[in-house]
């Protein structure tokens, strides 16, 4: 059985049983089935689904923001933004996959030469808790209106929000079997990535997780895509304006109560500002609301899980065990659930786990940097690569230092954040391969090269 855990009271929310590859494979064949039916409807059509699917989670809002906020923690009015943002993806593929997708007249010595864009099959997505909706609707808006099947494995403590996805889509009226959920093991997905129903894998996770998948993947010959884990680096010039980078970097840190791959991380900030802008950081840090969950003012809840909170404190006390500086948080608190407080850590140097390290919870490591060229070193000195944020009032010379910064997103007097119009992704181990926008929907298609002599 599968457990669904409250992590702010720690109690039993319900159990899921877990399905055996029997059963798993009779769901493969059916959405096979299903997707070479939903290949032949026209994109137009398909999108017409997309835009119902945005009705039907405008229409259950407040039901689906408290079940993320009862199954992995989130503050219900993050929740609720959730919800409207898989709203926004639905409705943004829906108006633009079609042009997307359209053929693209490619001139050569042919009489008519154009590349285009063809559903693949199945795409298995293997999804984590973090943002148990968004994660998946990322994903599932722009490769059902491309004209794929998905299966959707999702982490076990939101198998609730799994099973109510699929129940979105078939409410939204897209064919049934088309998006199935499957709750199992690691074993089945394994079997289910060898299998020919599915002919692609996508998935957000660790990095453990994600290169487990990828050799599968690659053994069976398969295209995946992988988002992985971050370390973002917030730069800090000097002439940054001090209140806005705080301000942000306090919500990048905090957001999802630091439960972000993207969240900000190594606060890489010059030796002339740092003094001033570790005051300010802590002073907003410091503001934020930790409570139950369930109410409208909580700024920060629980951690998911209790040994995600544990991790995360061993983190902390083996930094400053190695020299880093508490200068607030720090501590457990004497409560129920798995509650950790803003943290914020400085002289945070190599070596240290918050220097080296994810750290998934609202932790900030503070580190020195004594110019510009320093920074960017530091920031490079991670084996992640997902974002990343500069905060100065010379966009220009900003917009240099984006340039040299190894990570797939780079934002510039703001904290990163992902966007149906843009493309999303990462390198190194942060991940391949891009979800969103054209180059998004684009992922899970074959991109076919036509002549005609």
Known sequence: MVKSVNPATEGLIREYPSMDFGQVGEILNKTTSTAQEWAQVSCNKRAQF????????????????????????????????????????CRYFAENAPTFLQDESVPSDAALSYVAYQ????????????????????????????GNGAILKHASNVSGCALAIEDVFREAGYPENLFRTIITGPEEIQQAIQSDDIQAVTLTGSEAAGSAVAAAAGKAIKKSVLELGGSDPYIILEDADLDLAAEKCAQSRLLNSGQSCIAAKRFIVLDSVREAFTEKLI???????????????????????????????KQVTSSVAAGARLLMGGQIPDRPGYFYPPT????????????????FGPVAAIIAASDAEEALNIANDSEFGLGAAIFSKDTKKARSIAS??????CFINDFVKSDPRLPFGGIRKSGYGRELAKLGIREFTNIQTVVVG
Not at 404 to 409: D, E, H, L, T
């Open 50 to 89: 997309a835009h119902q699917a945005a009705e039907v989670l405008e229409s259950r809002l407040d039901e689906f923001a408290l079940l993320i906020t009862r199954e992995m923690g989130k503050p219900v009015s993050q929740s609720r933004a959730e919800i409207e943002k898989c709203a926004w993806v």
């Open 119 to 146: 559903p693949l099959g199945v795409v298995l997505a293997v999804m984590p808790w973090n943002f148990p909706f968004w994660q998946v609707f990322r994903f599932a808006a722009p490769g059902l209106t491309a």
């Open 283 to 313: 002073s907003r840090m410091t503001t934020r609301l930790m409570g139950d969950p369930e109410e409208p003012d909580t700024d920060l809840g629980p951690l998911a899980r209790a040994d995600l909170r544990d991790d995360l404190h």
């Open 344 to 359: 914020v850590l400085d002289e945070v140097k190599p070596g240290m786990p918050a220097y080296e390290e994810e750290t």
């Open 404 to 409: 040299r910064i190894k990570a797939g997103s």
